[in-house]
């Protein structure tokens, strides 16, 4: 008898799953949702990180709003120009592309051994929660505060701390997402272009008599950039001094010669080490 | 025998420690030669600076005028000049405009005897303007406008009005001193608050640990003619938050989102109905608080009378400095008050003390990952869960802690005080808080 149980059970379940996968069969034949050819395939460009740097929420989103709205092709960070080109072949228009890529870079080289804290932070580990306390531990307000919440958002691993202990951003694997400068509390994550070769790695507006007393790598607004390199593009506003990547002179005197050393260069080398 | 009323969810029973100040009568702080007064004092938008640098202010004059619905008067603590005005950090570690005065001149009011006014003929509408030009806000530390708290809406009925005389937080004594020396002038300034709320009932909460303060209230509250009753609670932390307190008292909750006008009921801490006496009686504005100054380092912990805009410093260097190098200085209570860093920060209409702590009090120590052990659930009085909340802050999932309820959160400390990984849970929830408000502006 046992034997025949196990038949009938085997009869009527294959049967029950027989009937409705059939029916799933025809369902999925009659009650198929047509998808744009052409949504697709353009959906199939885009690199589908779903980082939101284009302002859309995803990939899928922005390939709609490019169908639907007539939104601009060279909004996709990641993929830079080769995809905006490929956009714009299958939507069949020309585009006039110009787009350098850019990346993100911490322009604060202060830590524990160059700057002034105010007191011993122990609390949440990230960088927002520390900015609600006395706006961080440093004195200085436009640094970085070393929490690494801009590490903890970067999809694509590109931010870390360095051999200084320092967070640093790794141009080649940045996808210019912008998610660290969103999430930054002191402004201290900005955009440099990718081929930059120096940086001005500080953030404070203070005066040169108070930057003085607190960070020892900080930019004093001393305008010597802006004399030593003055095709570099050196510009000193608010005590800071910054670049303007349009300028193609040399910067290298400048950096040589910046008296806090805070002129940088923006790719590290194997030969920089920690002083 | 009846047992005592209280809350029926969470709770803690962190040591109470208010021995140290309790016998101790209030005295008068000496006034500072610098007072930096902050123009946000309050929760609301920030007042209005009505002076510039140079410039001469009398004593109690008015210094930052209120803007918009939710907003506060500040007035001048002392008389002076101008030094400067700028940017100062407060306690709780945001940043506020900030005017700095230099002690100058002579004390209008000080050392003089004052005619009391007689407040019965006015009108509850000119009480409650007289409230708001005072600058009077809830002293509990919550610093919410009083005149905004008052001003009921049409639809709704006051039916229980609480004066908060619980003072929950360990360590601090100034509302059981407050209550034990003025309390004729606590139930004048409560028949003022009778007059513009018109309430059904006057509840007086006192928690059970200050039995003094519970007799002698008890004998005083046939001053007020309503129908008052003065109600001991049991000893546990967070009685003396109005939620908590409502619920033990009239068995009523406050719905998520809401206010106690809700649900009919509205409360004020002792210190407050104070400062509404002088106010309404003296003419006197928000000038003044009562501050405790103790905790284990402290070499003589005293209940302080001190000026807004006195530094912290100063009321420890009156209470003979410190007796061993504290771990941490903390302004407020020891649950929600602030750590702060250094010593020349104000004193605000929030401050309700001062307490520096040594290490053995402090206990603190290198966190370590969540349990799951659920404590912090257990003692939760509003019912959230903690460990969820913080590990969603934690991945920055913001909204699903908005769904979770993290608004409810009113940052009492329980969670922290009984995680035993030692997660600071509450610095997380305020971590969302301000994280979700900024998406929220963003768009």
């Known amino acids: 008898m046992p034997l025949l149980k196990i038949l009938y059970s085997f009869i009527s379940v294959t049967s029950i799953g027989g009937v409705l996968g059939l029916g799933l069969a025809i369902a999925s034949k009659l ?17 589908g990180l779903n980082c939101g740097a284009c302002g859309y929420a995803g990939c899928s989103q922005y390939a709609e709003a490019i169908v639907k709205e007539n939104e601009e092709l060279t909004l996709c960070g990641p993929g830079g120009q080769d995809t905006a080109s490929e956009l714009a072949d299958l939507m069949g228009v020309k585009i006039e592309i110009s787009i350098e890529k850019k990346v993100t870079q911490v322009h604060c080289r202060g830590g524990q051994a160059t700057s002034e804290y105010l007191y011993s932070y122990r609390g949440v580990m990230d960088c927002n929660a520390m900015y609600l306390l006395f706006e961080g531990d440093k004195v ?9 919440s801009c590490i903890k958002v970067c999809p694509t691993d590109a931010i870390d701390y360095d051999e200084e202990g320092l967070v640093w951003v790794d141009r080649d694997k940045c996808i210019s997402c912008g998610k660290c400068i969103d999430v930054c509390p002191t402004g201290v994550m900005k955009w440099v272009p990718y081929s930059a070769d120096y940086i001005v790695a500080c953030n404070s507006r203070d005066k040169a008599s108070v930057v003085k007393k607190y960070c020892s790598v900080g930019c004093t607004g001393c305008k010597r950039c802006e004399k030593k390199s003055p095709e570099g593009g050196f510009v000193v506003e608010d005590y800071l001094a910054t670049i303007d990547y349009k300028a193609k002179g040399e910067r290298e005197n400048a950096a040589d010669d910046c008296p806090s050393k805070c002129i940088i260069p923006a790719v590290k080398t194997a030969t920089k080490v920690s002083t | 025998m009846r047992r005592l009323k209280t809350f029926p969810k969470g709770g803690v029973h962190p040591p109470g420690n208010k021995h140290l100040t309790s016998g101790k009568a209030i005295i008068n702080a000496a006034i500072p030669s610098i007072s930096r007064i902050p123009l946000q004092q309050h929760i609301g938008s920030p007042a209005e600076c009505l002076i510039n640098p140079g410039e001469n202010v009398k004593e109690g004059m008015l210094i930052g005028r209120s803007t918009g619905f939710i907003s506060a008067q500040i007035h001048s603590s002392i008389p002076g000049v101008v030094k400067e005005v700028r940017d100062i950090y407060l306690a709780n570690g945001f940043k506020s405009k900030g005017v700095v005065i230099e002690m100058e001149g002579e004390f209008d009011t000080l050392g003089k005897r004052q005619e009391k006014n007689n407040w019965e003929k006015l009108s509850a509408e000119e009480l409650l303007n007289i409230i708001a030009d005072r600058g009077i806000v809830g002293m509990g530390g919550a610093t919410f406008p009083t005149h905004v708290k008052y001003k009921i809406p049409k639809h709704a009925k006051v039916e ?5 005389g619980t003072e929950c937080e360990p360590y601090l004594t100034a509302d059981h001193r407050l209550m034990l020396e003025k309390t004729e002038e606590i139930m004048e300034g409560a028949r003022i608050v009778d007059k ?10 006192i928690e059970a640990n200050k039995l003094d303060a519970i007799e002698v209230m008890q004998k005083a509250v046939s001053l007020l003619n309503k129908h008052a009753e003065v109600v001991p609670l049991e000893i546990k932390y967070p009685q003396g938050d109005e939620k908590q307190l409502l619920k033990a008292i009239i068995n009523r909750e406050v719905p998520s989102g809401g206010l106690p006008i809700d649900i009919g009921a509205v409360v004020s801490n002792v210190g407050t109905i104070f400062a509404i006496y002088e106010a309404v009686v003296m003419g006197k504005p928000l000038i003044e608080r009562i501050v405790t100054v103790t905790g284990g380092a402290i070499k003589n912990p005293q209940n302080l009378k001190v000026r807004i805009g006195t530094p912290i410093g100063d009321l420890i260097e009156e209470c003979g400095g410190f007796s061993e ?7 407020g209570g020891p649950m929600m008050g602030f750590a702060i860093y250094e010593l020349e920060a104000p004193v605000t209409k929030g401050t309700s003390g001062v307490i520096a702590l040594t290490k053995k009090e402090v206990k603190s120590n290198n966190q370590t990952p969540c349990l799951n052990c659920g404590r912090c659930i257990t003692v939760c009085p509003m019912g959230l869960n903690p460990t969820l909340l913080f590990k969603e802050i934690d991945h920055m999932d913001y909204d699903s ?8 959160c009113k940052e009492c400390g329980c969670c922290a005080f009984m995680c035993p990984a030692h997660i600071p849970l509450v610095h997380g929830m305020k971590l969302g808080k301000y994280m979700a408000k900024k998406k929220k502006e963003k768009g």
């Open chain 2, 401 to 408: 802690a908005m769904e979770e309820g993290l608004m409810d």
């Open chain 2, 325 to 331: 190098m504290p771990v941490k200085v903390v302004a």
């Open chain 2, 196 to 205: 513009i709320l018109n309430p059904e009932k006057i509840y007086i909460a």
């Open chain 1, 31 to 47: 009650l198929q949702v047509k998808r744009d050819e052409k949504l697709m395939s353009l959906e199939e460009t885009l690199p």
């Open chain 2, 160 to 164: 229980a009005f609480v004066v908060n």
């Open chain 1, 140 to 148: 200085c307000k436009y640094g970085c505060l070393g929490l690494g």
